[in-house]
């Protein structure tokens, strides 16, 4: 997927996309957009919604979980402190009874919990099982890929970076007890360790969902499974055929009240060929089409009605090794980076989108820079580039493997852009497709991590330092191995900084370092074309959703199928 890095719902992503997910703290890029089938129709009181995951998640554990198919489940069972308003993306109580409190300097935070909260099982959600929630983030032996996201949190940092295997329990307690995170019967307090105006949206997301003890005892190592997966959101996880489907069923304690649809089907497919097929076949509702449908869509006059153009807020790019040769030199990926036709890719390939000419943040976004042209599209720079690499003339450069997900649209792309560096820069790539969910697990790991290869970031909130701080800051994902010292310090002192006009320009400082680093090169910026069947109503789309409808789960139903 993308990271929270997330691809979009309603997209049979044609890249693996990592997407994380943060929250915002602003006006959003665009505002709700409901559905053109949310208005009118009878609920059908035990209505099924049936959509594609398209791979089995590596993990749905709220405390583990980066990529965006293992988001949408946890959005679902669970809900935050925070959520998100579609109509702004700022955030707004969920949980929380009521905004937070904040101290003056902005380090100090405080929720209040609502009283009539509980989880599936009926049991009163607890400002302790959202502490335990948060605590488990930062823990290390629970290993969670957004560990980073809280740091921000006093202790946490350190505690997390601990090594399990060599600290004595003795350290790691006293290492815990130093977390900022308390808790009383009705709130819970965090003490940051510097400025954060963007806290709130990080309550929001799922490194902070509540968990209970019992779950966690219970069912070990296999608390995910759906016996013990007891969360407090709209929907539960009745049933998991890994590999083929999920089940959810609507909560019906949930304090908003019982969501409308009954159940929520999530099945598996992986290719996007099949899947089109299987929404014509009414066996999906709700289908992300890609370049390769247009055509058909198009002159089909039942399923043109049924599009529509969904926002997009992701950028695809080809991620480098920058620990491995010939990706540690600078100059190697610059060449790269400038050696493909964004323009071309978008009309000949992509179809859907806009070419990523202007930096890694996507246009409507806050940080989109449409002068940063470190990476334009120049066969003539690029090839200077490459006589400056260190490796010009040298076996390095022959045979670069290039990794991705492995479906037949996804190679349709890859080799396009074999041809393109072959073509004005002598580069001879080999494609390397692999099985989506081993991709995944190959992306996340330094050790695995692929020479080249492709990925995708979704904003959680329309803010710099979710694009910038939180993917390429060398302690944050960096799922390339790329650190620039410059780039640390440019970033961190904008996310603290509460003057709106000087963190734009130093956020923009940063953001040019990373272009003409080039630790990824910047591929195109996404939107989207969904199909939806009529039946499907009280659908509110907005550009950042995990799930389908993710900030108005338990308005969504069904009709009557037909």
């Not at 940063?510 to 109503?537: C, F, Q």
Request: some cysteine.
């Amino acid at each position: 997927m993308t990271q929270r890095g997330k691809a979009p719902w309603s997209f049979v992503a044609p890249f693996v996309a990592l997407a994380l997910v943060i929250g915002a703290c602003q006006a959003g890029p665009s505002t709700a957009q409901p559905s053109a089938t949310a208005a009118g129709g009878q609920a059908d009181p035990n209505g099924e919604l049936v959509t594609n995951l398209g791979s089995e998640p590596d993990t749905i554990d709220p405390h583990k979980a980066s990529f965006v198919g293992e988001i949408s489940v946890i959005m679902s069972v669970f809900e935050g402190l925070m959520t998100l308003d579609p109509k702004t993306l700022k955030p707004v109580p969920a949980v929380a009874a009521k905004e937070p409190e904040v101290s003056a300097d902005a380090k100090t935070w405080k929720f209040t919990i609502r009283d009539n909260v509980k989880f599936s099982d009926g049991a009163p959600v607890t400002a302790a099982d959202f502490a335990r929630g948060f605590m488990r983030t930062c823990d290390p032996k629970t290993a969670g890929e957004y560990s980073f996201v809280l740091y921000i949190i006093a202790g946490c940092e350190a505690w997390n970076g601990m090594d399990v295997k060599k600290a004595t329990p003795a350290e790691l307690d006293a290492a815990k007890a130093k977390v900022g995170i308390k808790s009383d019967a009705t709130s819970i307090t965090f003490s940051l360790t510097e400025p954060a105006g963007y806290f709130g949206s990080i309550a929001y997301m799922w490194v902070g969902m509540p968990v209970q003890q019992k779950s966690l005892d219970t069912g070990g190592d296999k608390w995910t499974e759906p016996a013990t997966y007891i969360g407090n959101g709209p929907f539960k996880l009745t049933e998991w055929k890994h590999n083929e489907k999920m089940v959810f069923e609507r909560n019906d304690g949930y304090w908003r009240g019982a969501p409308k649809l009954k159940k929520w089907t999530r099945v598996m497919i992986n290719e996007g060929a099949v899947a089109f097929a299987a929404y014509r076949n009414n066996e999906l509702d709700v289908f992300g089409a890609a370049a390769e449908d247009l055509r058909t869509i198009d002159s089909d006059a039942e399923l043109k009605a049924q599009a529509q153009d969904v926002p997009g807020s992701c950028t695809f790019y080809i991620g480098f090794n920058t620990r491995k040769a010939p990706m540690d030199d600078v100059n190697t990926r610059l060449a790269i980076s400038k050696a493909f036709d964004r323009n071309a890719f978008i009309t000949d390939v992509q179809k859907v989108g806009a070419p990523a000419n202007g930096g890694f943040i996507p246009p409507g976004f806050p940080g989109y820079d449409k002068d940063d042209s470190a990476q334009k599209y120049d066969p003539a720079a690029a090839k200077a580039a490459l006589a400056k690499s260190k490796y010009s003339g040298k076996p390095e450069l022959t045979n670069i493997k290039f990794t991705y997900s492995s479906s037949a649209r996804t190679k349709t792309r890859v080799e396009w852009l074999q041809q393109q560096l072959k073509t004005n820069i002598g580069i001879d790539v080999v494609p390397d497709p692999v099985d989506s969910t081993a991709y995944t697990q190959l992306v996340k790991k330094p050790e695995t991590l692929p020479l080249m290869f492709i990925l995708g970031w979704c904003a959680d909130f329309p803010h710099q330092q979710n694009w910038l701080t939180t993917v390429f800051h060398s302690t944050s994902l960096s799922r390339t191995g790329w650190k620039n010292d410059t780039f640390d310090k440019l970033t961190k002192q904008a996310d603290q900084d509460t003057n709106k006009e000087n963190a734009d320009k130093t956020y923009q400082e940063a953001s040019r370092i990373l272009s003409s680093e080039a630790p990824a090169a910047w591929l195109y910026y996404n939107a989207g074309k969904t199909l939806t069947k009529p039946w499907v109503k009280g659908v509110t789309t907005t550009a950042i959703d995990a799930a389908l409808g993710q900030f108005r789960l338990w308005e969504i139903f069904v009709t009557k199928k037909g």
